[in-house]
């Protein structure tokens, strides 16, 4: 079945880009659409953005300034940018596959999730 | 923005008991895009009903979602050791996708 598992670096400075990928395996990542959600410590879940395997996107309004996403069908992989971090982008960020605009498919599955923690 | 509130925050229940968790909708959820996810401690969250009732591969029939427009619950008919965890709801119908603050199921 369709294995999702995040990476990037663990630890982010103040005012830098947290980036992170999501690497699909088990299945293709082509004609799906792609999620980034995050939660802090003990906090509930929010959705940061959507990428479908075309290139386009949707952003979470509350942080669609600072987020890029982008997808390689080559790799079976998708990414996250988040520019200008503060300490209140510390989080898990989770992948997962979906939502669909036709409402299809919703977040399912998901990665594991990777804590980045922003700290100088 | 649909913003989704849950009731209760938390609910305490011994095993074997029946739980009733609510979502209510700040307008309506189109085509019942409304989406019940479990999470446990250490784990990602897991989809167990999507389209406000139907049921995602593997999840026992003791979960069951119903509602629509507003106003969605979630019932665990009968409370296995297990199912202890946190609840969300989320809606899908239209961005931004937004989930519930959660309710945590703990043991009585």
């Known amino acids: 079945q369709v294995q999702l598992q995040e990476s990037g670096p663990g630890l982010v400075k103040p005012s830098e880009t947290l980036s992170l990928t999501c690497t699909v395996s088990?299945?293709?990542?082509?004609?799906?659409?792609w999620s980034w959600i995050r939660q802090p410590a003990g906090k509930g879940l929010e959705w940061i953005g959507r990428i479908y395997t075309s290139g386009s996107t949707n952003y979470n309004p509350s942080l669609k300034s600072r987020v890029t996403m982008s997808v390689d069908t080559s790799k079976n992989q998708f990414s996250l940018k988040l520019n200008s971090v503060t300490a209140a982008d510390t989080a898990v960020y989770y992948c997962?596959?979906?939502?669909?605009?036709?409402?299809?498919?919703?977040?399912?599955?998901w990665g594991q999730g990777t804590l980045v923690t922003v700290s100088s | 923005e649909i913003v989704l509130t849950q009731s209760p925050g938390t609910l305490s229940l011994s095993p074997g008991e029946r739980a009733t968790l609510s979502c209510r909708a700040s307008?309506?959820?189109?085509?019942?895009?409304l989406a019940w996810f479990q999470q446990k401690p250490g784990q990602a969250p897991r989809l167990l009903i999507y389209?406000?009732?139907s049921r995602a591969t593997g999840i026992p029939d003791r979960f069951s979602g119903s509602g629509s427009g507003t106003d969605f619950t979630l019932t665990i008919s009968r409370l296995e050791p297990e199912d202890f965890a946190v609840y969300y709801c989320?809606?899908?119908?239209?961005?931004?996708?937004?989930f519930g603050p959660g309710t945590k199921v703990d043991i009585k």
């Open positions: 997962a596959r979906g939502p669909s605009p036709g409402g299809s498919y919703t977040f399912d599955p």
């Open positions: 307008q309506s959820v189109s085509s019942s895009y």
């Open positions: 088990g299945g293709s990542i082509s004609r799906y659409y």
């Open positions: 989320q809606h899908y119908g239209s961005s931004p996708f937004t």
């Open positions: 389209g406000a009732s």
